[in-house]
């Protein structure tokens, strides 16, 4: 199985400032015949099913805001809030769909500071 | 949008099965391009992949639970199964039916998830 590791466990960002995370995988998850990573990241808010933010590492679904961005490749990736906003508290996930068992990274849980 | 909703029992009891159903509502799920799954989430904790279904019927499990799992469509009834034996406490969770692109193989994320359900083990 591919481990997801993710880091901070947590963190608290002032409104406005930025938001980084970080996830690591076991093995790479770049696909080599398309030069693709499969890797999604998903928000989580209490009480509700985890939502889709970005595909393919770096590519941002329809209606999520362009503060936030995915970055990275191979094994090492970063989802970053530009500019955190109330309605970005949340527990973030990184998940590899690269094999499977599919697998998801441990969680990061966002809070204001 | 394609709205998914899991139904069942909320409370099993140890050593019985768990049974979830999901319905899909917004598009027909013998029509392909996608992979059909469940995803759990016991409480507090993360998320547990637990396997997929595609319209031709192929499946594919988390070995860590696959001894225990079976996913099954209803096409008629537009809707794909679970049913987990054998549970314990620790399969109390809560249970999200799920979508993932894909044709001759799965690729992409969890693009339209259910509610989610959360099933109780307990005597």
């Known amino acids: 199985d591919i481990v997801m590791t993710q880091s901070p466990d947590s963190l608290a960002v002032s409104l406005g400032e930025r938001a980084t995370i970080s996830c690591k995988s076991s093995?790479?998850?770049?696909?080599?015949?398309?030069?693709?990573?499969?890797l999604a990241w998903y928000q989580q808010k209490p009480g509700q099913p985890p939502k889709l933010l970005i595909s393919?590492?770096?590519t941002r679904e329809s209606g999520v805001p362009d503060r936030y961005s995915g970055s990275g490749s191979g094994t090492d990736f970063t989802l970053t809030i530009s500019s955190l906003q109330a309605e970005d508290v949340a527990v973030y996930y990184c998940q590899q769909y690269y094999n499977t068992p599919r697998t998801f990274g441990q969680g990061t849980k966002v809070e204001i500071k | 949008q394609v709205p998914l909703q899991e139904s069942g029992p909320r409370l099993v009891k140890p050593s019985q099965t768990l049974s979830l159903t999901c319905t899909v509502s917004g598009g027909s799920i013998s029509s392909g391009g996608y992979y059909w799954s469940w995803i759990r989430q016991p409480p507090g904790k993360g998320l547990e992949w637990i396997g997929f279904i595609y319209n031709t019927g192929t499946t594919y499990y988390n070995p860590s639970l696959k001894r225990r799992v079976t996913i099954s469509l209803d096409t008629s009834k537009n809707q794909f199964s679970l049913n987990l034996n054998s549970v314990t406490a620790a399969d109390t969770a809560v249970y999200y039916c799920?979508?993932?692109?894909?044709?001759?193989?799965?690729?992409?994320?969890?693009?339209?998830w259910g509610q989610g359900t959360l099933v109780t083990v307990s005597s």
């Open positions: 093995q790479s998850v770049l696909f080599n015949s398309n030069n693709k990573n499969y």
């Open positions: 393919w590492a770096s």
């Open positions: 799920a979508r993932a692109p894909g044709g001759d193989i799965p690729q992409g994320g969890f693009d339209h």
